[in-house]
């Protein structure tokens, strides 16, 4: 059975550093493009980066402004994203979701997703 757990969300004060997690089980981890997502009130579900199977190109979305960074941990099987200089209108949803990787960079789009997590609130507020 697929999982992908997110984790690390919280209360953050403005320009604070996150690091969220997102932990999978139940497929050949290595071989699956991971892709983080947000959803903020309102609005829909917004591509933030992603990270490709085996050798772990990454794909950042236009506006991510260079604070957001994802990376890959194969032994560990998970995820992560670190969100510096944090501002409040980072508040959202952000979940992780996966698929199987293609050879080429992975796609941001939700809809090339296959699987998701439930989601880790993040919350900026001073």
């Known amino acids: 059975q697929v999982q992908l757990v997110e984790s690390g969300g919280g209360l953050v004060q403005p320009g604070g550093t996150l690091r969220l997690s997102c932990a999978t089980s139940?497929?050949?981890?290595?071989?699956?493009?991971i892709g983080w997502f947000r959803e903020a009130p309102y609005n829909g579900r917004d591509p933030i980066s992603c990270?490709?199977?085996?050798?772990?190109?990454?794909n950042y979305a236009d506006d991510t402004e260079g604070r957001f960074t994802i990376s890959r941990d194969n032994a560990k099987k998970t995820v992560y994203l670190q969100i510096d200089s944090l501002k409040p209108e980072d508040t959202a949803v952000y979940y992780c979701?996966?698929?199987?990787?293609?050879?080429?960079?992975?796609?941001?789009?939700?809809?090339?997703?296959?699987?998701w997590g439930q989601g880790t609130q993040v919350t900026v507020s001073s």
């Open positions: 990270i490709s199977a085996n050798r772990g190109g990454t």
């Open positions: 139940g497929f050949f981890f290595n071989y699956y493009d």
């Open positions: 979701a996966a698929r199987r990787g293609l050879g080429s960079l992975c796609p941001r789009f939700s809809r090339s997703y296959d699987y």
